[in-house]
């Protein structure tokens, strides 16, 4: 079992066995891990509506001219679903590059911030140079992780910012089950095998 501070900043990858289907073939980005608990964002997993620019329009951060004005890339990046707990909260994983007084830097080249300032910015094209904006969290009360993770419901390794940011989804958790030297056809979801 890893110690409790190794695992803020890693990954988790869903086992075929989980049996919790919010979770179903999902990396986690771990922000924060503690005695009291953990706290991430499914990284691959994205919503279909609302776009970003009916997103940033529907919080009155842009007006109907600016959202039809809005650059290609902007009108092309998806909201991602972070997880369960509250999924109408917003929060924005970026590269380290941008920094307000609520930015909490997680790991290499992670930052993270929840406020409607860093919107704004990536609305006006003064943001990170890398983002994703997601709804609602995935968290864990004290111990449960542990438990999981014993149980065999997660494999964990570093994570990479690349594979956070990357805008191709529907190869992420393949991709962060490579990283780890493991092919996906052969995982398996009973323990002790792979």
Not at 51 to 60: K, M, S, T, V
Not at 75 to 95: A, I, K, Q, W
Not at 99 to 126: M, Q, W, Y
């Amino acid at each position: 079992m890893r110690s409790l501070d190794t695992l803020h900043g890693q990954f988790l990858i869903a086992m075929p066995n989980m049996g919790d289907t919010r979770f179903e073939k999902t990396v986690i980005f771990l922000c924060a891990h503690s005695g009291d608990g953990a706290m991430g964002f499914v990284i691959n997993r994205t919503l279909e509506t609302p776009a970003l620019p009916d997103f940033l329009h529907q919080l009155n951060l842009i007006s109907d001219i600016e959202r039809d004005r809005m650059p290609q890339p902007l009108l092309d990046t998806p909201l991602h679903s972070g997880g369960p707990v509250e999924p109408g909260r917003g929060f924005v994983l970026h590269s380290s590059d941008y920094s307000s007084e609520s930015t909490l830097p997680i790991a290499d080249g992670v930052s993270l911030t929840a406020t409607l300032e860093i919107l704004r910015a990536i609305a006006t094209g003064r943001g990170p140079a890398r983002s994703m904006i997601a709804l609602g969290y995935s968290g864990w009360a004290s111990g449960q992780i542990e438990d999981e993770i014993g149980a065999n419901g997660w494999l964990t390794c570093p994570a990479s910012a690349d594979l956070v940011f990357d805008a191709i989804q529907e190869t992420k958790y393949e991709r962060a089950l490579w990283s780890m030297g493991i092919n996906p056809v052969l995982l398996s979801g009973e323990s002790g095998h792979a």
